[in-house]
């Protein structure tokens, strides 16, 4: 049977570095495993691309990931610290490809 877990490892605001081992073969985005590994993120919009408080930068493996949506780019460009790695966790499903990705959470608190 193939491996369907990845390593990812993130950075939390206080610069705590952690690997976690990601299922892809479960349909949750990125937010919704933070935030059930305990990261702070508010979700506030429920993962639909409307509230950037999932935002994170990709440190690695940018290039492996699906491109943005018109509306998640529209919602990064509000936000004063976005910039060309940042992507919102919520609009990301990762895949086997991902594996050895690296990213800081950069996601308001209020
Ligand atoms: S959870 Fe609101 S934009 Fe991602």
Redesign the pocket.
């Given at each position: 049977m193939e491996d369907y877990n990845i390593q990812v490892t993130v950075v939390d605001r206080d610069g705590t570095e952690n690997t976690l081992t990601v299922p892809t073969d479960v349909n949750l985005?990125l937010?919704e495993i933070l935030k059930a590994s305990d990261y702070e993120?508010?979700?506030?919009?429920?993962?639909?691309?409307?509230?950037?408080?999932?935002?994170i930068e990709v440190i690695a493996g940018l290039d492996q990931l699906t491109a943005a949506s018109d509306q998640e780019l529209d919602?990064l460009d509000t936000l004063p610290n976005a910039d060309e790695q940042s992507r919102?966790?919520?609009?990301l499903h990762l895949q086997p490809q991902n594996n050895g990705m690296k990213i800081k959470i950069k996601?308001a608190l209020q």
């Open positions: 985005s937010m993120i508010l979700a506030t919009c429920g993962g639909m691309a409307l509230c950037a408080t999932c935002h919602m919102l966790a919520c609009q996601g």
